[in-house]
């Protein structure tokens, strides 16, 4: 089975930069083919924030296009998620995620089925 783990939260504030990063372990090929990241706060569901198919051009939610990188590391089992000129909105559990689906459906419109990290917290003050 496909295992996630996500580091890199913390606390910052108004306009700080963050990066998360994620690991995957247990996988095949296949397996990391889509991979993302998604955020979700207390009383709201899980929503995605950017999403990337393969080395293909990433996908990003409206409210973190152009403050917010997601790119794969060298060795392609590692996910980064660099989040710049980050905003108290931008408070929420953070998680990553791996699936199967095509270059479509790998966006952050959905919420996948498939592998999910156990999450790491940012929380951006005023």
């Known amino acids: 089975d496909v295992q996630l783990v996500e580091s890199g939260g913390g606390s910052v504030q108004t306009g700080g930069s963050l990066t998360l990063s994620c690991a995957a372990s247990?996988?095949?090929?296949?397996?990391?083919?889509?991979m993302g990241w998604f955020r979700q706060t207390p009383g709201k569901g899980r929503a995605g924030v950017a999403a990337i198919y393969r080395e293909t051009t990433p996908k990003y939610a409206n409210s973190v296009a152009g403050r917010f990188t997601i790119s794969k590391g060298n060795a392609k089992n590692i996910l980064y998620l660099q989040m710049d000129n980050l905003k108290p909105e931008d408070t929420a559990m953070y998680y990553c995620?791996?699936?199967?689906?095509?270059?479509?459906?790998?966006?952050?419109?959905?919420?996948?089925?498939?592998?999910w990290g156990q999450g790491t917290q940012v929380t951006v003050s005023s």
């Open positions: 995620a791996a699936t199967q689906r095509n270059w479509a459906a790998c966006g952050t419109g959905t919420v996948w089925s498939g592998a």
């Open positions: 247990g996988y095949t090929s296949d397996d990391l083919m889509c």
